[in-house]
């Protein structure tokens, strides 16, 4: 075994964007594309001598060979040791937790998330820190600098490992040691949650469906529902990882979920349903007849926290993305504790949980999760909710509803307008811009706008500033417009448009939410010319 030092040129495009670098396949196939983004990330560490390293990823197409591809380049810098999960595979959660437990300095997560995958889809690669979470923009900025002036990259010409089975091996100086990648994790749900009580939830008679949609959440989902919990063998469907996902689009919501929504609102249906995203850090929670929202599901579990051990002691704060609903400041306020709202994408979410200001965190992209780890967590929401209903014994729409009487409802919706060609949504952003500062006091359609604002970021633990995160036009009751160009599509742009409107009167709490956002989507429209900008007449998809 030999380490060289190989010539190469820098890419254009290899900017890390709201979580890592996601591209198309094909581009990652480029001869060298995936060793200068991986060696940039070693060139902005510094001295990796020494140093233990975490890798994995969700399964997709290319997972094995870039696995292959990071160890050996790691060999050639000096780690002392990487922990590879079994087959290349650890979920994003499942990542973290390892990182955390196991002290090591960092870890790489090889992920396009919900995107697709397959020779056609996508890949993605990013790196965490040793909090465990994603590494944050000074670092993702560095990253990025040394893309830009790349000329060599470090390997070793030793040959592939057998990432299948559980052991120890050496690249050059550097241990490899294949772990097993559900057990740390599975370890961790066990202390946060009562699994007796789910245990003999399950015992009693309790029915669920869990969709892994052939993403990474089902090995873990295999092991805790149906192993550890005793849940009856088929509660887990497409539980199996695959490198396409079968085809389908590995994003949890009722639009790519359909089949379980619909198994959900049929005579037949479970008494619980969930889902999980390719990589598995997201969730998607349905009752009988009721598709419980992200933010949502946020304030239901901060509201009920004490039901599970490894909360019985309080919850110190909650955080939100800025475009998730204000649900959860209502349970903050009531809980007398801070709601911090910060701009998309779990990394603004770490500084807040190392500082001990915030155990719970959420957004509306169907990612929830705690102080337990640094990533948001699927299943944990699931077990969440398994404990919640294990301990009240109410089906899920009595509780969200009892939920909605306490606090009131916030209708939400997100509407998506998908592959739009760049320009045309710079421009759209840019028109909206400009209105911002005349908008206050305006009376629109009965609404009147309280302020509109590009949202500004000054985290309070490190004062680091992110602007320009999403425009917001806010109604003086509290109704909410938002916004934003996604940082995860990797074909054109993709507009988000994010609708909120509170209603405190139970009374009006069964309609449907398209319905009741209807004229706050009008208004949207009309301000921001998206239909005519876009040249569409409808969203690519709504949740
Ligand atoms: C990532 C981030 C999330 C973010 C989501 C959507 O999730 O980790 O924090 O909310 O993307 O971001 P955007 O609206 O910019 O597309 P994931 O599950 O894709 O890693």
Redesign the pocket.
Known sequence: MTIHTVNTTAFAGQRP????L?KKVSEFQQPAYLENFVQSIFNSLGDCAGQTLVLGGDGRYFNRHAVQVILRMAAAHGFARVLVGQGGILS?PALSCVVRKRGASGGIVL?????PGGPDGDFGI?YNIANGG?APEKITDAIYEQTRVLTEYRTSDAGDLDLDAIGSARIEQMDVEVIDPVADYADLMGELFDFAAIKALFAGGFTMRFDGMHAVSGPYAHAILEGLLGAPAGTVINGTPLEDFGGHHPDPNPVNAAELVALMSGPDAPDFGAAS???A??NMIVGRGIAVTPSDSLAIIAANAGVAPGYRGGIKGIAR?M?TSTAPDRVAQALKVPCHETP?????FGNLMDAGMVTLCG?????TGSSHIR??DGLWAVLFWLNLLAAGGKPVETLVREHWARFGRNYYSRHDYEAVESKAAEGLMAHLREQLSALAGQVIDGYTVDFADDFVYKDPVDGSIASKQGVRIVMTDGSRIVF??????TEGA?I?LYLERYEADLAMHGMPAQEVLAGLAAIADRLAGLHQRTGRDRPTVTT
């Open positions: 964007g709201t979580s890592g996601r994003t992920s396009a998330s919900h995107n990013k994603p995203d390719g990589d850090d997201r993305s475009p998309t994408g779990w990394k603004y957004e509306e992209s169907y990612g990533e948001k934003r160009l996604s940082g995860t599509g993709t988000r």
